[in-house]
Every structure is written in structure tokens, then in C-alpha cells.
């Protein structure tokens, strides 16, 4: 008789105990999934990340239905059958925050198709689920610090062309690609990677966007490089309009960022980060970077409901 094997040591996950799931809030251990899940096999679900922020009014969830509007559409690019409505998405998110009371959390909404089959068209054979999660999260990249710089890379991956998936969609199938392009990265010591498109120039990081600022303008591209435009990167475009900084939106090389005056990279997890060093290439960053400063500084309240934007951006939980 075989003697079992010891299993191998899990790492700690610090998630919620509480989740949505399929309509209600369930806890952590209701929540199965079945071998033959077929996002599982084939990365059939679509899913979006934003965060909860502490405000002397609570916890604000950081732009909660812009997100969930992209879930939607998103789901709807792979005919995932999400039979609940925008209100009712958004109130599943506030419920699971409320749920647990953990402090300011990273929220996962996740929709993806579930056992039922193994071909390739799932919607006409695999029921839908859908799950909202949440987990703490501090500075993605911080390491302590209050305004983290990183180094960046240039991955030997290239990004995926919309072609074959398109980039405005937030499918996690999608992510093999960032996947790829983060462990390289990492395993060459860098903080994260920039990931060319199909014409040579860089279309953005492995789940953030990129901008860059010369002779104080500010310069970012859009989804004709096979970009996904998030959501934190349209806010840093709202608060630069406001704020006065003039804007370029167009394509970009290599040699812009290595030529720019400043660099920084946006996301829900990243948040507005500077960038000090692209492959060894020193950038200006820290006071040198002072119209990254003042996007950070804007940000920071924006997120905590504070500026003009708040009552557009923030839903109390």
C-alpha cells in the first residue's frame, strides 16, 4: 500500500471569510470549485479590481460603478450569462464589503464559467457563477514607503494584440500574457515589465498603464496600442485636466520614456508610482518628478473622497 505524501505547505492568503456568491453572502468554505471547472482549464471569466478607502465617512469604494459597467461589458464579450443587473452588482460588492470589516480591502468581482462540459464554446453548455471577494491590501509596490519609485524592464513578450483578444476586455484568460511578462521581469530582479505591441512601441506593464511627462506635458497612449484603459488611468486624465497639466494622448516608444523627464505607471493596485530606472536607464523621480507629485497628491484625495470629483467617484460602504 502507498504511503500518502505530506502535503506541501500552503502560503497564507489573507482573504475576507465572506463572499457574494451567486446571489447571496456565503462563507469562504461554501465556496467549491469543481475540478472540471472550465475557467479553470481555459480562463473562461472576466473579472475587475478596485479598492475600498478609509474617509471620515467611511469606507469609499473607489469608482464602483465605472468598474462594474466594465464587468458587464466585459462579460458580455464572452457571452457569460451575468444575470444580474449593474444596481445589483454594485450592491453585491457594498454588502461584501460591509460583510467584513476589515478595513480599507482590495474588492475581486469575478464571473467565470463553471463545470458543464469541455468545449470551446462554453456559453452553450456551462453555467455561469459569479463571486465578489475581498482581501487587504496596502502599496502594491510600497515596501513601506508613502510614494514607492520602481524599476521597470523591457519584457521579451510581447503584448498581446487585439486581434486575437481584445484589450479592452478584463478576461482572465487575457492575463497568461501579463503572467509571462511579470515573471520574467521578476526573475531578472525588476519591479515590473513593459511590454511592447505588434508595431515595436510600448503598449503598457503587466497590469498598469504607463505615462510619461516632457517639457511639463503629460503623455499617455489609448487602445489603439492594445492598451486596457483603465479606470485609474482615466482618473489621472480627469485630475491632470483639472489640475492644468496639459495632455498628449498618442502612441510612444522606448526612447520617449528613456528621453522623458518623468515616468509613472497607474492601477487600482499601483495606484499612481513613479518609475526610477527602465533596464539600468536612471529616470528622474522624487523631487525631481514634481508633476508625478501633484497626480499623486490629487489622487490620494481623490480616492478618499475628497475634491470635487467625490460625489461621481465614491460610494460610501
Known sequence: MAMAQPKRPQPAVDVAPLYWYDGGIVDQAEVEIHPFTHALHYGS???????AYQTERGLCIFRLRDHMERFLRSAATYHLAVDYTLEQLCQAVVRTVRANPVGEVYVRPLAWF?????????????????????????????????RPT???????????????????????????????????AMSRGYDEALM??????????????????RGGTLHTNDAGEDILPGITRGTVLELADRLGIPVSVEPFSLED????????ITGTAAEVTGVREIDGAVIPHGAQAQVTARLQEAYGQAVRGKGPEAARWCTIA
Not at 487575457?174 to 509571462?180: I, T
Request: proline share 5%; no cysteine.
Open 150 to 184: 520602481v524599476r521597470l524592464t523591457v519584457s521579451s513578450w510581447q503584448k498581446s494584440p487585439s486581434e486575437s483578444l481584445p484589450s479592452t476586455v478584463k478576461a482572465s484568460g487575457h492575463y497568461a500574457n501579463s503572467v509571462l511578462a511579470m515573471s520574467e
Open 114 to 146: 463553471g463545470a458543464g462540459g469541455l468545449s470551446l464554446a462554453p456559453y452553450s453548455h456551462a453555467p455561469t457563477h459569479v463571486m465578489v471577494a475581498v482581501r487587504p491590501l496596502g502599496g502594491y509596490f510600497s515596501g513601506g514607503d508613502e
Open 257 to 264: 520614456l528613456l528621453g522623458a523627464d518623468e515616468v509613472f
Open 196 to 213: 511592447r505591441n505588434k508595431y515595436g512601441r510600448i503598449a503598457e506593464g503587466s497590469g498598469d498603464n504607463v505615462f510619461f511627462v
Open 45 to 51: 471569466g472576466v473579472f475587475e479590481g478596485l479598492r
